[in-house]
């Protein structure tokens, strides 16, 4: 263990104090759900059922989502194997109990105290570990490392920034990447990047977003929207965060200039920001209706605020050009491939950190439009709703590149497969 993961285990050590005080406020901002707070704790009122059990952890929504149709596909081949899925956040955990197999358990992950990951881990015993992306955890890995436990880290990236960073630390990043047998990179770069910094048995076979399947669709709530909707022009600006909502609004004002019916959709990344996204709507003069309340866009509203989860499938089926959000400020991006599949025209800002491979891959087939400000965004949708052909070929071509792509996941569970192979046969064998 390197010095610095030495201090970092003394500290953690030493914090529980300060995470229980960190919890309570976490509650009180509704970022934890209060009656599962013990799982952050590494103790669980589940019982482990008997058998194999294959640990998946997908810290945020976008990581979680990814993993979902390679679960799905491992629950139907393996019926014996439990899946147990951990997930840091309140919007994932609600996700996940929508889609994951109905066999599999969802908790919420340990934070990283030692005395609590080494709970979970006594309590799981997980026979084999998927990591997924980007968010290494220490003292998880080195439990994992301890106990000798397969463990994969899948749709691996490291951003610019991590590279950098890590590089000064190559050290402590090789002892933490050592606790993966295999690791599987989003893309040639990740992986070059991953084996500069000490990783072993890295095999590129492409991002693991491109095998997603398009999300749900709910007809009976697209029919109620298209109804009230009527012939008016729409474009959706989804998964917006704090900075963006303002460049939303203001490309709405310099399209209704020419386009008096315009309406726009606006579905945050985060639906609890709902109401202090409603009062900005209202002080810029706009007329807003709210979804969450069950309201309906009427003819005289200017923003049709979706603050709801798990409509993002019906949204991107009823607009024919949308904006992915977290990229016109530095949050890294959302996933192109998810209204790309749609067929939509995607447009995306200069904050494309986290699908770096993807962004690339969508532009170089000419598949997705990047606008480099605030100004450019309204400037881009101008441009688009003005040609209804430039918006539905560039709608095909993406659609036609992300089914292209979706072989990954076939790769993929190969893989995974293999590594999980010698767990199956001795069960089989019992």
Known sequence: MTALLS???????????????LLRRRVAKGKEVPTRLN??????DKTRPDGPLLWCHGASVGE????LPLLHRLAEAHPQLTLL???TTVTSAQLMAERLPTSAIHQFAPWDHPTWVARFMDHWQPDAVLWLESELWPNALAAIKARQTPAMLLNARISDRSFSRWQYLSGTASEMLSSFKECLPQSDADGQRLEALGAQSVSSLGNLKFGA????VDMAALDAMRGAIGGRTIWLAASTHPGEEEAVIAAHKQLAKKHSDILTILAPRHPQRGGEIANLVQRSGLTVAQRSTGALPQQDTGIY???TLGEMGTLFTLCPVVFMGGSLVPIGGHNPI???LFGCAVLHGPHMENFRAIRDAMANADAVEAVANDTALGNSLAALLDNPQAVADLGKRAKSMAQDEATVLDRVEARVTSMLAPLLLKTAAA
């Not at 799982?39 to 669980?44: K, V």
């Not at 399947?213 to 749900?216: G, I, S, T």
């Open 64 to 67: 979680a989502l990814s993993a």
């Open 213 to 216: 399947p398009p999300l749900p």
């Open 39 to 44: 799982e952050r704790r590494g103790i669980s």
């Open 85 to 87: 899925v951990t997930t």
């Open 338 to 340: 998810e209204p790309a």
């Open 305 to 307: 605020l979706t603050d």
């Open 7 to 21: 201090i970092y285990r003394g500290a953690t050590s030493a914090s529980a104090p300060a995470l229980n005080w």
